[in-house]
């Protein structure tokens, strides 16, 4: 069975990855495409240093705690096929939707957050905001509905209903029916790469308070990570039975699951 995942949970995701401004490694002044979604995405690791814009998307429904939601592809022009195949196929754009971009969709994707009469805001990984051809990290972008290069869109097996600019789609009443939303009620980990000193952000906040509910930690909560919240995670490391060892320093993702922090929308 599909896990509960709602679209706004890989949305969240999703923005953090560009917040944090995660790229590529590079040898010299060269983008290799070698990266931590691969890595860390199951079945992805044999395509470390190919195109990555599919698979940063594979590691949102990953970390959200379902990748079948998704074609398990690094493929573009195999996801538009098992879209369609899946019947999750439109022209036409949704909160959520994995936007599919060059011809007959097989060149690039990203993830739609918001949308509009003539335009798309989405996320997506592995481009650049420089024009450049050459894509080396996670970026927030803005397209217009009508550019040649925007193909069509697959809707991701979500657990709620999609607010969509197709008026012909009709959510499926079976995913909606038999997910109860559990998995999609607190915000996914991260990643050790957003918890650090500095970071500035609602989901800092959210997960302050929680420490502090749970006696953690005893500070004024804020949206800025300080020493404070490190320590904080440490000591919820301890109550949690110090899984996998030693506190490290930053919370795992054992841990931040078993703080159940509610999403920061």
């Known amino acids: 069975m599909v896990a509960a995942i709602a679209p706004q949970t890989l949305i969240e995701l999703g923005t953090q ?3 944090i401004k995660y790229q590529e490694d590079k040898q010299g002044s060269t983008w290799i495409n070698l990266n931590k979604y691969a890595k860390e995405t199951p079945g992805m690791a044999p395509y470390d240093g190919l195109s990555w ?3 940063g998307l594979l590691w949102l429904a990953h970390r959200a705690g379902d990748i ?4 398990q592809t690094p493929d573009c022009a195999e ?3 098992t879209y369609s195949s899946w019947g999750r196929w439109s022209w036409k754009p949704a909160v959520g939707a994995q936007v599919m971009l060059g011809p007959d969709g097989s060149q690039h994707t990203g993830l739609v957050w918001k949308y509009d009469a003539t335009k798309i805001w989405t996320i997506e990984f592995n481009t650049n905001v420089t024009g450049a051809a050459e894509g080396d990290g996670v970026y927030l972008r803005e397209r217009n509905r009508s550019d ?5 869109y697959g809707y991701p097996k979500y657990c709620s209903p999609m607010v969509t600019a197709d008026t012909a789609w009709v959510d499926d009443p079976a995913l909606i029916k038999t997910s109860s939303g559990t998995a ?4 996914p980990y991260p990643g050790p790469d957003f918890i650090r000193i500095g970071r500035t952000s609602p989901l800092v906040l959210a997960a302050a308070k929680r420490l502090i509910a749970v ?3 005893s500070y004024t909560p804020s949206a800025d990570i300080g020493s404070a919240d490190l320590t904080a995670w440490g000591n919820w ?7 996998g060892g030693a506190y490290t320093g930053v919370p795992s993702e054992t841990i931040w699951r078993a703080l159940q922090i509610p999403h920061s929308h």
């Open 68 to 71: 079948s939601i998704m074609p």
């Open 215 to 217: 006696g953690a930690g």
């Open 79 to 81: 996801a538009v096929s």
């Open 237 to 243: 490391h301890v109550t949690c039975g110090s899984p």
């Open 184 to 187: 999609a009620a607190y915000a």
């Open 17 to 19: 990855e560009a917040l």
């Open 53 to 55: 814009c599919v698979i």
């Open 148 to 152: 040649t290069a925007v193909y069509g």
